[in-house]
């Protein structure tokens, strides 16, 4: 007879990472984005590269490894505050982004978009950012959908410092 699995090895996912999300930012809503944007240790707040107008950070409480932000530094929730320069430079920073993550991760397609708003979505209400979602063929799986769980494979520090040598061999600045 075939020894049965044991089922209660797989009852707990462990994720201790998540706790700093419901202490810290969650809580008390901070605004990591504007304190990111003025920061100079990129590495601490996970910023992947600056521009003028905007920066690239990786996502500290990801929906799937390697989920970016390409955000003004311009604190605003409306896009109309942003100059046709500043639009230009976040879409730019997604284009780049998609190029990373494909060499990086592999990534085989994308989920872009904005949440604008509370009623849309948006985490942080008053800085617009732009989600950068990488997605592989059958990335999706009964975790989400029957335990409300992601699994991330790999740990942010390891994947950020993978990403900037990824971004060394692009020649993006």
């Not at 989400?144 to 692009?170: D, F, G, H, N």
């Amino acid at each position: 007879m075939a020894e049965e699995f044991p089922k209660e090895t797989l009852e707990k996912i462990w994720a201790p990472w998540r706790v700093e999300y419901y202490r810290n930012e969650h809580h008390s809503r901070e605004d990591f984005l504007t304190i990111a944007a003025a920061s100079s240790d990129d590495a601490a707040h996970l910023v992947l590269c600056r521009r003028k107008n905007s920066f690239l950070i990786l996502n500290k409480y990801p929906y799937t490894a390697g989920h970016m932000m390409a955000v003004p530094y311009m604190k605003t929730s409306e896009m109309g505050e942003l100059s046709g320069e500043a639009v230009i430079e976040l879409w730019q920073l997604v284009v780049d982004a998609q190029r990373l993550l494909k060499e990086c991760v592999k990534a085989q397609g994308f989920n872009v978009g904005w949440n604008l708003g509370e009623a849309a979505g948006a985490g942080v209400v008053d800085h617009l950012h732009i989600h950068i979602v990488p997605r592989w063929v059958g990335d999706s799986n009964f975790m989400p959908v029957l335990a409300s769980t992601r699994i991330l494979p790999e740990a942010l520090k390891p994947l950020y410092e993978r990403l900037l040598e990824s971004k060394a061999k692009l020649g993006i600045n």
